[in-house]
């Protein structure tokens, strides 16, 4: 079964620092692999998504993501941390086009200035 | 107006009373999903369902039914309503087809009192 494993609950770095939030995935065919954002109060924003074409993907507001086979990973970075970036990020998983998605835990991210 | 659309937005109910949920969409989409979410956990799938005959439970289906009325309408109800339900609920659909996109609502806050 298809799973999502998020590494940190809680991330903190100061603005203009390195951004890496850190997914791993299981599955047993190919996967599609989602990022999303959520900001307080509101719902999810999609940020980027990797569809077995491209393995760096780049997404909305700087993100971007790199789909790694042989490590069964797909991470998140931001070269520079912003003070608005801070939010929840939730990365996903789905075998097929158009079926379930599974989520991970979530990692929260703190941005200090 | 939104592509998917939730109502309530927020509802704070009684234990033990039945409460629905319901979810729009003008996407066009075949499949629907329903999700919850609770700090910590992530996003974790209640039902979904791949068109208007076909409903499908998912990871935490106990404590919930739904009802696909059309293709463009999914409910979701909890049928005696306790204060562990208290969540964000998310409606979710996608194509069957290769565009591998996901669209969701902006979630129903749920309070059990």
């Known amino acids: 079964a298809q799973s999502v494993t998020q590494l940190g609950s809680h991330v903190s770095v100061s603005e203009g620092a390195l951004v890496l939030l850190r997914c791993n995935y299981s599955?047993?065919?190919?996967?599609?692999l989602f990022w999303y954002v959520q900001y307080p109060n509101q719902g999810l924003q999609l940020l980027l998504k990797?569809?077995?074409?491209?393995?760096l993907v780049k997404g909305i507001n700087g993100f971007e993501a790199e789909f790694k086979k042989s490590e069964t990973s797909f991470h998140l970075t931001k070269p520079s941390a912003h003070m608005r970036d801070a939010a929840e990020y939730f990365c996903?998983?789905?075998?097929?086009?158009?079926?379930?998605?599974?989520f991970g835990k979530g990692t929260t991210l703190s941005v200090s200035s | 107006d939104a592509d998917v659309t939730q109502t309530p937005r927020n509802r704070i109910t009684k234990t033990g009373k039945r409460i629905m949920l319901e979810c729009s969409q003008t996407?066009?989409?075949?499949?629907m999903y329903w999700y919850r979410q609770d700090p910590g956990l992530g996003l974790q799938l209640i039902y979904y369902s791949f068109d208007v005959k076909d409903i499908n439970k998912g990871e935490i289906s106990d404590g919930y039914s739904v009802s696909r009325q059309a293709q463009a309408k999914f409910s979701l109800s909890l049928e005696s309503a306790i204060p562990n339900q208290t969540a964000l609920y998310f409606c979710?659909?996608?194509?069957?087809?290769?565009?591998?996109?996901?669209?969701f609502g902006s979630g129903t806050r749920l309070t059990v009192v």
């Open positions: 979710a659909t996608s194509d069957s087809g290769a565009s591998i996109g996901y669209t």
């Open positions: 996407k066009g989409h075949d499949r």
């Open positions: 599955s047993s065919v190919p996967p599609y």
């Open positions: 990797y569809t077995s074409a491209a393995t």
């Open positions: 996903a998983v789905s075998e097929e086009a158009g079926t379930a998605l599974i």
